[in-house]
């Protein structure tokens, strides 16, 4: 599907005409949108546009980096990635960006270029109308959808850290590690298109004003922003982590303790019921008439005793800690 939308030298805003119409020249600048592209409308890249091949090529080959190549033709070329709010899988988007035109090529549908036409429909003469100012604009909200994940992630982490306690589920922690890996999907994303929009505002070649260096600085400062947040919810997941297995480690050793002390109070009684169990024929005590009672009374006494000592020495109190 193919949208336009462009600006005519009487400064008209003029919407979804056909591309044949771009060749009269009356446009100051325009804008083509080519969404989920029939084979017919990918050749338009190279028929009706005449890009370079290299620039082509990237467009309908697998996930690109996202990066900024310069064109001799007078263009530039940006890799821009989206994602899928379900699947947090990255998404292409491809712009062609000259001194008169703006061209954007994806395959799935973005909202985000929605959201950016709606702008500049709504406020056709920022920035000179130039097509930069359309560019900044998908820029703008690319990066700006990027938000709502990135809090998604840090609010779960946070609610996760709050409940971290000694009855989380191994279910739970396995969440926790799903958002790291999401967490290292943003990374991949967010640090070159950082690295790409430091490029774009130093770039001689784009040579951009004073304004839209400004504009284009605001997004900078927001993948910025983005970045650390990423980082700091990375090393939450770290934290996460390590306290579970804390928690985990200091539960393991109350119950090794618990059991150490039950073995301890037994292995007195178990020589004593050992020792009598051996039945040889010369064991005066076997004869006893009291002999039964009076072994079960030593025993009683040695665990009253052993635990009278544990607690002397203050084995109980490591249970509430």
Known sequence: MIRTLGITV??????????????HKTFEWYWVDIGEPTKEEELL????FHFHPLAIEDCLLDLQRPKL??????????????????????????????????????YPVMHELEEARERIHNNPKGWDRGPMHATYHIVDKVVDAYFPIVYKIEDYLNEV????????????????????SDLLRLRRTVFPMRDLLYRVM??????????????????????????ELIETNRELTADIRDSHMSINSSQMNRIMMILTIVSTVF?????????????????????????????????????????????YK????LFKN
């Open 10 to 23: 009487d400064h008209e805003i003029v919407s979804d005409f056909p591309i044949e119409d771009i060749k």
């Open 267 to 311: 292995i007195p009684l178990t020589f004593i019921v050992g020792l009598y169990g051996m039945n040889f024929i010369h064991m005066p005590e076997l004869e006893w008439r009291y002999g039964y009672l009076t072994v079960i009374i030593v025993m009683i006494v040695i665990t009253i005793a052993m635990i009278i000592w544990f607690k």
């Open 161 to 180: 850290e709050d409940k971290l306690t000694l009855h989380m589920g191994h279910l739970s922690m396995d969440q926790v590690f799903d958002v790291r």
């Open 69 to 106: 190549d310069h064109y001799d033709d007078g263009y530039a070329f940006f890799v821009l990635h989206t994602f899928n709010e379900e699947t947090l899988e990255a998404e292409e988007l491809d712009i062609f960006v000259g001194k008169d035109f703006v061209v954007t090529f994806h």
């Open 45 to 48: 890249l190279s028929s009706f």
């Open 202 to 227: 130093n770039s001689e070649r784009i040579g951009l004003r004073k304004t839209e260096r400004a504009y284009f600085g605001d997004v900078y400062d927001h993948l910025l922003k983005l970045a």
């Open 314 to 317: 203050g084995w109980f109190k």
